[in-house]
């Protein structure tokens, strides 16, 4: 029996390098609490983003949370609904108002010709997502934002790594959050970081991620959020290797782009100007094609392969937010047609060339 191709697999340091790794912890019994690998895995994410702040989380979640309590938003926040549900209910769950903003038709990203509408006297920050490895406008974005006095906190969980004009995509906004789990193009198992302009966050940000500890008091009422050693020693493995992992991407999504282009009804994300991505994800978009997404997913899964309508559904459709997402329609046409093929740094051509002839067929 075949091995099935999943959407993405996670990319493994050899298991030797990570005993190698941990093996001091046997020694320190220092497991968690901001030991010595939380410490190196910071300083070494500080030199790879070239960002002068950055803490990390147990989760991308809890760290986008983290950021949001730091500023203290309150009111609105325009974001998108072209994203996972974490994002929405980071805002939800600090007390703020989702403001949906319909996506730009070409990257998919959050449209800045239609932010500006939506910003009143409510609004206390933008928090853009981008996707796919494909950054979104982050000048019109933050022309916009100063203009209003606003804070702009990126989701960049899709964006480890991605570069625009040689700038890593933590540099940009006020602050920008990281997903490590398991499935990203860089991951610690599961984890997260918060990356930020302002110095003074830090202190917030050790407090919202540590029960609100403060010497023998406690400031506030803040979650356990705290990476342990044993994944942060798996972050400094992964980070040794991140630019094979995402060589080895490019490929098969070059690989991917070259078997599909010109194919009726389909359509492919067109490289960025002046971006060096990081193929977090090789999404197609079904329009017109002779089959639907759900068709060819279905065709797909018969072989043993599992793509992801991603991201289905908006979560302005989702229940727990209550919006029937009318406000957004080009984001909810590419909800509907969207189909995120296999990718991960061990995917074989020939596997590659068998999921476009099936597509294709």
Same mark, same amino acid.
């Given at each position: ?12 340091? !050899? %298991?030797?390098?990570?005993?190698? =790794? ?6 320190? *019994?220092?497991?968690?609490?901001? @030991? ?18 950055? /803490? #990390? ?9 983290? &950021? +949001? ?23 939800? *769950?600090?007390?703020? $108002? ?10 998919? /990203?959050?449209? !800045?010709? $239609? ?18 490895? /494909? ?10 934002? %100063? ?13 480890? @790594? ?10 940009? @906004? ?8 398991? /499935? ?6 599961? @984890? ?6 302002? !110095?003074?966050? *830090? =202190?917030?940000?050790? &407090? ?7 010497? =023998?008091?406690?400031? =506030?009422?803040?979650?356990?959020? %705290? ?12 980070? *040794? ?18 078997? +599909?282009?010109?194919?009726?009804? +389909?359509?492919? &994300? $067109? ?28 065709? +797909? ?30 984001? %909810? ?8 093929? !296999?990718?991960?740094?061990? #995917? ?14």
């Amino acid at each position: 029996m075949s091995v099935p191709i999943n959407v993405t697999r996670s990319a493994l340091p !050899p %298991k030797e390098e990570y005993f190698e =790794e941990i093996a001091s912890l046997w020694d320190s *019994r220092w497991l968690t609490n901001m @030991g010595e690998k939380h410490q190196t895995l910071e300083r070494m994410l500080q030199g790879y983003f070239d960002a002068p702040n950055v /803490t #990390l989380f147990t989760n991308g979640h809890l760290a986008l949370e983290g &950021l +949001l309590a730091a500023f203290g938003l309150t009111g609105e926040v325009v974001t998108t609904p072209f994203t996972f549900a974490s994002t929405t209910h980071a805002i939800t *769950r600090c007390g703020c $108002k989702p403001v949906f903003c319909d996506v730009d038709p070409e990257t998919y /990203t959050l449209d !800045p010709t $239609k932010l500006e509408a939506l910003i009143t006297p409510e609004t206390s920050a933008i928090l853009p997502v981008h996707v796919y490895g /494909t950054l979104c406008d982050v000048e019109a974005i933050d022309a916009i934002a %100063k203009k209003h006095g606003l804070k702009v906190l990126y989701d960049a969980a899709h964006a480890f @790594g991605v570069k625009k004009d040689g700038v890593s995509a933590a540099c940009f @906004g006020d602050a920008a959050m990281f997903s490590f789990h398991a /499935t990203k193009v860089f991951h610690t198992v599961e @984890g997260g970081c918060a990356v930020y302009r302002d !110095p003074a966050l *830090r =202190e917030k940000l050790d &407090l919202g991620k540590n029960f609100g500890v403060c010497g =023998e008091d406690i400031s =506030e009422a803040a979650p356990n959020a %705290k990476m342990s050693e044993f994944h942060a020693a798996m972050g400094i493995c992964n980070l *040794r290797r991140i630019e094979v992992y995402i060589e080895a991407r490019r490929q098969a999504a070059e690989r991917y782009r070259c078997n +599909l282009a010109g194919v009726p009804g +389909l359509k492919l &994300l $067109k490289p960025q100007r002046g971006v060096s991505s990081n193929y977090a994800y090789f999404p197609v978009v079904f329009d017109g094609a002779k089959y639907s997404r759900d068709e060819a997913a279905a065709r +797909l899964a018969e072989q043993g392969i599992y793509a992801r309508k991603y991201f289905y559904p908006l979560t302005n459709h989702c229940t727990a937010y209550g919006f029937r997402g009318d406000e957004t329609p080009v984001a %909810k046409h590419v909800s509907e047609r969207v189909l995120c093929l !296999p990718l991960y740094p061990e #995917l074989a051509p020939e596997d590659v060339d068998r999921i476009c002839e099936i597509i294709t067929e």
